[in-house]
C-alpha cells in the first residue's frame, strides 16, 4: 500500500463548527488557522493549534527563571523571564478568544518583553546614564507602537537587534575564552549554534509571513489533507515553535556563559575574571609538573640513601668507610656515616612531604579554577 494511501485512510475531516465559547471575533487581527474558520478544531479555543504551541514560551520562561535564581544573576534578566511567560499568557488567550483586549495584552507583551531584552542585553555593565537614556528610549518606543502593521515590523527589527548583539558578545567575549580551553571544539559548536539560531529565526518569520499571503491556498490545502497532517500547514504556530527554539538555543549554546540568559549578556568584569582564573589555572599546571618532577627527585635520593644504609647495616662498628669527596676518597667512621646518612633521610622526608603539601594545594587551587570557570561559563 502507497503512502498516499496510508496517510489518506487515517485522515478524518475537519469538525464543522460555526460558533464558539467565546463568541464572535472582536480582535482587530485574525490569523490564518484551520480549514475555514474560528472554532473549527474545539469549541472552547478560537485557534487551537496557535494556542497550544504557545507553551514553549511557558517551559522556556521557567527554565529561564530556574536558571538566572540557581546562577545569581541580576533582577532585570529574571523580568525578561517572567515577561517571557507573560508573553505566552498573552499569546494563549488571544488565540484562544479573539477577543480585542487579549489581543492588546498580546502585542503589548511582545514588544514590553523584547524591550525589557534588549535593555538586559545593552544596559549590563553600563554606566548608569546610559543605562537610564537606554531606558527612557525603549519606554517611548514601546509606548508609541499601535499599529498592527509598525507591531510586526518593529517587533522583528527589536528581536533582531537583540539577537545579533548577543552574537557579536558571543563571538567577541566568550569565544576567546573557550578557545584557549578547546580551539576545534569551541568553532565548531558556536558556529553550529549560531547558525542554527540566525536560520531558525529567519525561517519561522519567513513561514509566518508567508501564511498571511497564501492564506486561502494553504486552507485549500489543510482541507485537502485533512487532519491530524493539516496542522503541519499552521505557519502561525510554525512561528510560535521557531522563536521559542531559537531562543531556547541561544540560551543553551553551547552551555558557555553565565553571560547569556535569554540573549548573550556582556560584561567586561567577568570577561576579565575568567581570562584571570584561566591564566591562574595554567600557571597551577605548570608548576604542579615541576613539583612533581622535584618530589621524584627527592624520592630517588631517599631510596638510594635508605639503600647506603641497608648495606653499612652488615658492617662492624670498627670498620672504616671510604667516603668521596670531590676526586679524593676520606675515610670516614662507620657510626658517623650512619649519623649523616640517617640525618639526610630525615631531611629528605621533610622535603617530600613538604612537596607532598605544595602538590595537594597546586592540585586543589587548579581543580577549583577549573570548576570556577566551568561555573562561569556554564548555562542550560
Known amino acids: 500500500m502507497a503512502w498516499a494511501d496510508i496517510l489518506g485512510a487515517l485522515k478524518a475531516p475537519y469538525p464543522d463548527h460555526s460558533h464558539g465559547f467565546w463568541g464572535e471575533q ?26 497550544v504551541t504557545n507553551g514553549m514560551f511557558l517551559w522556556l520562561g521557567a527554565k529561564g527563571i530556574r536558571n538566572c535564581l540557581r546562577e545569581s544573576h541580576a533582577t532585570i534578566f529574571v523580568l525578561a523571564y517572567i515577561g517571557y511567560i507573560v508573553v505566552g499568557l498573552g499569546s494563549i488567550l488571544f488565540h484562544a478568544t479573539l477577543k480585542y483586549p487579549m489581543q492588546l495584552v498580546d502585542e503589548l507583551s511582545m514588544i514590553y518583553t523584547t524591550c525589557l531584552m534588549m535593555y538586559a542585553s545593552f544596559a549590563y555593565s553600563r554606566s548608569r546614564a546610559f543605562s537610564v537614556l537606554l531606558g527612557v528610549s525603549l519606554l517611548a518606543l514601546a509606548g508609541s507602537i499601535t499599529d498592527p502593521v509598525f507591531h510586526q515590523g518593529a517587533y522583528a527589527a527589536l528581536t533582531a537587534t537583540v539577537v545579533f548583539r548577543s552574537m557579536w558578545v558571543m563571538e567577541s567575549q566568550v569565544r576567546p575564552v573557550l578557545e584557549a580551553r578547546d580551539r576545534d571544539k569551541s568553532r565548531r559548536v558556536l558556529k553550529m549554534a549560531w547558525a542554527l539560531v540566525a536560520t531558525v529565526f529567519v525561517m519561522g518569520f519567513a513561514i509566518w509571513n508567508l501564511d498571511n499571503v497564501l492564506c486561502n491556498q494553504l486552507r485549500r490545502w489543510r ?61 597551577a599546571q605548570q608548576q604542579i609538573g615541576l613539583a612533581r618532577t622535584q618530589m621524584a627527585s627527592k624520592q630517588r635520593e631517599q631510596r638510594l640513601v635508605r639503600l647506603t644504609l641497608s648495606e653499612l647495616g652488615g658492617l662492624p662498628d670498627d670498620a672504616v668507610v671510604y667516603e668521596g669527596v670531590g676526586k679524593m676518597f676520606a675515610s670516614v667512621p662507620l657510626p658517623t656515616l650512619r649519623q649523616k646518612l640517617e640525618g639526610q633521610t630525615k631531611d629528605l622526608k621533610a622535603d617530600v612531604d613538604k612537596l607532598n603539601q605544595r602538590l595537594l594545594y597546586l592540585e586543589t587551587t587548579h581543580k577549583n579554577s577549573r570548576e570556577h570557570i566551568e561555573q562561569m561559563l556554564r548555562t542550560r
Open 223 to 283: 482541507r485537502a489533507v485533512g487532519l491530524p497532517w493539516a496542522v503541519v500547514l499552521e505557519g502561525h504556530a510554525w512561528w510560535h515553535l521557531m522563536t521559542g527554539l531559537a531562543a531556547d538555543r541561544q540560551n543553551d549554546c553551547p552551555r558557555s556563559s553565565v553571560t547569556t540568559v535569554v540573549m548573550s549578556i556582556p560584561n567586561e568584569a567577568l570577561h576579565k575574571l575568567a581570562r584571570e582564573i584561566e591564566t591562574q589555572a595554567a600557571a
Open 26 to 51: 472582536t480582535s482587530t487581527l485574525n490569523f490564518c488557522e484551520e480549514a475555514s474558520k474560528d472554532y473549527a478544531l474545539s469549541f472552547y479555543c478560537a485557534e487551537l493549534c496557535n494556542t
